[in-house]
């Protein structure tokens, strides 16, 4: 099982922490997950990626990367392999144009479906497919159906998620369920996932584990931050936030972290609005 860590800030903010200092650091968190690592993170709305196929622990790039990334939106993806070799083709985050894309799952008898998926992707992205895991493949099955609900600017993230809702089912329909139950991601099929272009940001748990928090306990600097806000030290549910984290696994015991259920999809727009929904899915 791979390891996700997605952030969206209202500003610029360094993750070294998340990424390297915290007890349970992405970095740490390689020992169990040692084929290859990314880190995406953006700058002037430009996504940049750096990938390695060594584990993060082991590889003194990735304890630097982290600690020169300062951005508003990061996302980063340690990896263990369950399709394809382990190689930088196959380590993610995935990228095309703006988006960028990391997936913790796996396709139940991958081989029996791929064939299909790849026919509903759109042409011009087909020939981008470089890697063979079925995570690329997921990704731009879900850019092939943005383009074609969404023309142009997202205008909100509740049209983002109606066109998400849409697109998951119909990938539901051509492989079979996600199992609701984590476990051996070589046997099931997992779907969890984070999808951004830097501001618009998606998360969907697909089965295995995924937590969110927005705001802290006591924020240390919230008598002289002048973004603080009441959502940084109380839960929004629907509304603005200045910071959204997820992770596979809770970080660090300074953030309030929530454990979301399977099927449910996190949502943040490019005005910083929050929302967390349980899809209708239907196997």
């Known amino acids: 099982m791979c390891r996700l860590f ?3 800030s209202i ?3 360094q993750v070294h922490s998340s990424l390297v200092g915290a007890n349970n650091a992405l970095m740490n ?3 169990f997950n040692p084929d290859g690592w990314g880190v995406a993170y953006y700058l002037e709305g430009t996504p940049h990626i750096i990938k390695s196929a060594q584990a993060a622990i082991d590889d003194s790039l990735f304890e630097r990367v982290s600690g020169i990334v300062s951005s508003q939106t990061v996302l980063a993806h340690v990896r263990k392999a369950t399709k394809g070799l ?3 083709l196959n380590c993610h985050p995935f990228q095309f144009g ?3 894309f990391a997936h913790n799952g796996n396709i139940k008898d991958f081989e029996k479906y791929r064939d299909q998926l790849i026919q509903r992707i759109d042409r011009k992205y087909q020939r981008y497919l470089l890697g063979d895991t079925d995570s690329e ?3 731009y099955f879900l850019l092939t159906k943005l383009e074609k609900f969404i023309d142009g600017k997202i205008q909100s993230h509740l049209l983002l998620r109606e066109v998400m809702e849409k697109t998951l089912q119909q990938l539901i329909d051509i492989v079979g369920p996600y199992s609701p139950k984590a476990g051996d991601p070589q046997k099931e ?4 996932f984070i999808l951004t272009n830097g501001k618009y940001f998606v998360a969907f748990n697909g089965g295995q584990p995924m937590y969110y928090t927005t705001h802290k306990n006591k924020c240390p600097e919230s008598s002289t931050c002048e973004h603080y806000e009441y959502s940084c030290e109380n839960k929004i549910t629907n509304g603005r936030v200045n910071h959204l984290i997820v992770s596979s696994e809770p970080l660090n015991d300074e953030n309030v972290w929530f454990k979301t259920k399977p099927g449910t999809m996190v949502y943040m727009d490019e005005l910083m609005k929050f929302s967390v929904q349980e899809l209708n899915l239907k196997a």
């Open 11 to 13: 500003f610029s903010s």
């Open 86 to 88: 382990n190689n930088i």
């Open 98 to 100: 703006q988006w960028v």
């Open 29 to 31: 968190q390689s020992k």
């Open 6 to 8: 997605g952030f969206r």
């Open 137 to 139: 493949v997921i990704f």
């Open 189 to 192: 099929t997992y779907l969890t």
